[in-house]
Nanobody
Framework: QVQVVESGGGSVQAGGSLRLSCATS????????MGWFRQAPGKEREGVAA???????TYADSVKGRFTISKDNTKNTLYLQMNSLQPEDTAMYYC??????????????????WGQGTQVTVSS
C-alpha cells in the first residue's frame, strides 16, 4: 500500500522560510511524477510545484523564484524549499505522486496518491 506523508509545516513571519518534506513508501512504479499543491480556506486546491519522472520541474507563477522543488531518491523523499514566504502562501500543503509518469502536471487529477497535508501559516 502506497503512503504519502508530508512534514515540515509550521508558522512563520513574512519573509521567513520553511522546508516541507514528503516521504513515500510502498511500491510506486518509476518513473514517477511528484507534485506539491496547496489549498487555502474557501479556495480550490492549486498546484505549486511539480517534478516529472525525468527531473524536469515546473512552478506556479506565484512561487517562481521563491520556492524550489527537489528530491532525494535514496530516501524516497520530495522537498519544497519555501523562501520569502508571504501571508498569501498560508494554506494546507499537500504532496502527490503519480506512478509511471514522465511529464508532471499541476492539475490535481493527474495524481493518484495524496498525503494528508501539512499546514503552513505565514503572519504579516
Amino acid at each position: 500500500q502506497v503512503q504519502v506523508v508530508e512534514s515540515g509545516g509550521g508558522s512563520v513571519q513574512a519573509g521567513g522560510s520553511l522546508r516541507l518534506s514528503c516521504a513515500t513508501s510502498g511500491y510506486i512504479v518509476d518513473p514517477r511524477c511528484m507534485g506539491w499543491f496547496r489549498q487555502a480556506p474557501g479556495k480550490e486546491r492549486e498546484g505549486v510545484a511539480a517534478m516529472g519522472g525525468g527531473g524536469r520541474t515546473t512552478y506556479a507563477d506565484s512561487v517562481k523564484g521563491r520556492f524550489t522543488i527537489s528530491k532525494d531518491n535514496t530516501k524516497n523523499t520530495l522537498y519544497l524549499q519555501m523562501n520569502s514566504l508571504q501571508p498569501e502562501d498560508t494554506a494546507m500543503y499537500y504532496c502527490a505522486a503519480e506512478p509511471g509518469c514522465w511529464i508532471a502536471t499541476m492539475v490535481t487529477g493527474g495524481y493518484r496518491y495524496w498525503g494528508q497535508g501539512t499546514q503552513v501559516t505565514v503572519s504579516s
